[in-house]
T-cell receptor
Framework: GQSLEQPSEVTAVEGAIVQINCTYQ??????LSWYQQHDGGAPTFLSY????GLEETGRFSSFLSRSDSYGYLLLQELQMKDSASYFC?????????????FGSGTRLLVRP | DSGVTQTPKHLITATGQRVTLRCSPR?????VYWYQQSLDQGLQFLIQ???????AKGNILERFSAQQFPDLHSELNLSSLELGDSALYFC?????????????FGPGTRLTVL
């Protein structure tokens, strides 16, 4: 089967750095995505890693280690508007179809 | 604005009833995905359509069905509704069959079953 694990909640201070981890178990792994969702809003895409290493996009970076079935999202220079839920999602290929399976999400609270 | 539209925004109905949720993908996108998000839960993938054909199936109940029409809009039909079906239902779209890792989500339909 497939499973993803990420912490349910993280709290950090404005201006700080926070890392949200994600471990996964899946067959047919293709890549790991991260999505942000504000309360009452729709998920929005943040990043995607198909290869090992770090991808940087502005204040956000995402890391993947395929051998460890592990990834993380790094948020730097935290702002109040970063308070949201963050979902890791595994893109996997089974037969000839692709599926995006989401984790349960990590609620990030940024304090002043 | 992702370019994906969903109607209605809110829906309140009673147990045992049937409802239809509608989704229009971004212009040019051929794939539509349906997700269910219950309170404090992650996104549960329900089903994917690509260019009118069912492409992948997730945790979709037998009481639920979907289809994608020639103009590429999609409808999710939920029947014999139960209290536990109360959730946010999102649709998302991509250009291709799913290798596209970035899915564009609509604003969602909030379904309340009383």
């Amino acid at each position: 089967g497939q499973s993803l694990e990420q912490p349910s909640e993280v709290t950090a201070v404005e201006g700080a750095i926070v890392q949200i981890n994600c471990t996964y178990q899946t067959s047919g792994f293709y890549g790991l995505s991260w999505y942000q969702q504000h309360d009452g809003g729709a998920p929005t895409f943040l990043s995607y890693n198909a290869l090992d290493g770090l991808e940087e996009t502005g204040r956000f970076s995402s890391f993947l280690s395929r051998s460890d079935s592990y990834g993380y999202l790094l948020l730097q220079e935290l702002q109040m508007k970063d308070s949201a839920s963050y979902f890791c999602a595994v893109l996997s290929r089974m037969d000839s179809s692709y599926k995006l399976i989401f984790g349960s999400g990590t609620r990030l609270l940024v304090r002043p | 604005d992702s370019g994906v539209t969903q109607t209605p925004k809110h829906l309140i109905t009673a147990t045992g009833q049937r409802v239809t949720l509608r989704c229009s993908p971004r212009s040019g996108d051929l794939s539509v995905y349906w997700y269910q998000q219950s309170l404090d839960q992650g996104l549960q993938f329900l089903i994917q359509y690509y260019n009118g054909e069912e492409r992948a199936k997730g945790n979709i109940l037998e009481r639920f069905s979907a289809q994608q029409f020639p103009d590429l809009h999609s409808e999710l039909n939920l029947s014999s509704l139960e209290l536990g079906d109360s959730a946010l239902y999102f649709c998302a779209s991509t250009l291709g069959q799913g290798v596209d890792n970035e899915q564009f989500f609509g604003p969602g339909t909030r379904l309340t079953v009383l």
